[in-house]
């Protein structure tokens, strides 16, 4: 789907592509036309601007006349491997994705404060 919209994008002459990464936005960097801004949450858009917050810092980050905006984040949370493990007799918590969709650093942060309080 992120390589869809890409081409999409790329088909309308877009000026600037934003892409925020996931695991396919090297995929689009070979196109040398897509911005890739890791670290960043989309936090608003509006006509030509993306609004975007740096994931460790905090940070705003603006983008200014921007044509496209491609969105590349899990839809879902995965808890698969939760499910297999329930039943069975251990102390299991679910952190990242397993909870809700989130960036590879905001899961590592919930694992350190949970680590802390085992």
């Known amino acids: 789907a992120t390589d869809d919209a890409i081409r999409f994008a790329l088909?309308?002459?877009a000026k600037y592509i934003v892409l925020v990464p996931c695991c396919?936005?090297?995929?689009?960097?070979?196109?040398r036309q897509v911005a890739i801004?890791?670290?960043?949450?989309?936090?608003?858009?509006?006509?030509h601007t993306v609004y975007l917050q740096h994931t460790a810092s905090e940070e705003a980050m603006l983008c200014e006349d921007i044509?496209?905006?491609?969105?590349?984040?899990?839809?879902?949370?995965?808890?698969?491997l939760r499910q297999q493990l329930?039943?069975?007799?251990?102390?299991?918590h679910a952190i990242g994705d397993c909870q809700t969709p989130r960036t590879a650093e905001e899961a590592i942060y919930e694992a350190t404060?949970?680590?802390w309080t085992l």
């Open 67 to 80: 044509d496209s905006l491609v969105l590349c984040q899990p839809p879902q949370p995965d808890d698969s």
């Open 11 to 13: 088909a309308k002459d």
């Open 24 to 31: 396919q936005a090297e995929v689009a960097a070979v196109l």
């Open 113 to 115: 404060r949970l680590a």
């Open 86 to 92: 329930d039943g069975l007799d251990l102390e299991v």
């Open 37 to 47: 801004l890791p670290y960043a949450r989309l936090y608003g858009v509006d006509d």
